[in-house]
């Protein structure tokens, strides 16, 4: 393991992957510059990881990046030096039928390395109290702060994160409901169609408002499970047409019911 001193991002590499571990904390420390003005983000530990280190230090399955919170309040951003090849060819496999629309806007292992930032604000997420326990509003507001970060630092990887969304709404959902997200753990396929519909609404809200809705989050941190449908809607109006397009027909159901998983365990299917 060698390390990468930064007060702001110290990093951890397994031999072999310094040189990737530069550029992703370059990557990271682009994120953090434009987050940062908006409250202060305390250090987060980037670990960037053959397998036997990870499965030294980590339950995850090797090869999607996650975040984690220690016990104590440290908090930390996991990445795989490279991508199994089986993850590649499932993901290949899974993203046909969207494939099958525009093809894909790039390759598979930039996509992953791009989502990085998506694990590195669920931790700025955490640190600002903006993190409800609720998984569907947890991974929205991880794209959120991430599309609202490349918005102001890269503009071309803002473009190709809100592609990538776009992609991935062609996917076929088995149930189009932030219900059932919340209440069951959704196959591959439904997790990436629900992350696209979140990258897709995150990037409108950014193009359509730049900040305003995370200054009212900040304004409300920290949320609360009970009350944080109640705080987006006040915040952005909208969300009430959005959570009406993933109701039931019959009945309405609260999508803050039940707690589920997020983009980090899709690597745990089977």
């Given amino acids: 393991m060698q390390a990468l001193p930064h007060p702001h991002l110290p990093t951890q590499a397994s031999e072999g992957s310094v040189l990737r571990a530069r550029a992703m904390q370059g990557y990271l420390l682009e994120l953090r510059s434009a987050l940062s003005r908006y409250r202060p983000i305390p250090s987060i530990h980037l670990m960037v990881l053959g397998q036997e280190d990870w499965n030294a230090r980590a339950r995850n399955p090797y090869g999607f990046a996650f975040q984690r919170t220690s016990p104590s309040g440290g908090l930390f951003v996991f990445l795989p030096a490279r991508y199994p090849e089986r993850l590649l060819w499932r993901l290949r496999e899974v993203l046909l039928p969207a494939a099958k629309q525009d093809g894909l806007p790039g390759k598979l292992e930039e996509f992953l390395d791009l989502n990085l930032g998506h694990e590195y604000a669920h931790a700025v997420a955490v640190a600002w109290g903006l993190r409800t326990r609720v998984r569907w509003v947890d991974e929205f507001l991880a794209n959120y702060l991430w599309l609202l970060a490349l918005w102001q630092t890269n503009p071309d990887f803002f473009k190709l994160a809100r592609a990538w969304g776009h992609t991935l709404t062609h ?64 915040l952005e109006p909208s969300f009430k047409r959005w959570f009406a397009e993933f109701s039931p027909k019959k009945q309405r159901l609260s999508p803050l019911e039940e707690q589920s998983v997020g983009w980090e365990s899709l690597g745990q299917e089977s």
């Fill in 171 to 234: 996917l076929t959902p088995s149930d189009p409901q932030l219900g059932s997200y919340e209440r069951k753990k959704p196959g591959v396929s439904d997790q990436l169609w629900f992350q696209g519909q979140f990258t897709s609404l995150a990037a409108e809200l950014v193009g359509k408002h730049q900040d305003r809705l995370l200054l009212g989050l900040l304004e409300a941190a920290p949320l609360k499970r009970s009350t944080v449908h109640k705080v987006l809607v006040g």
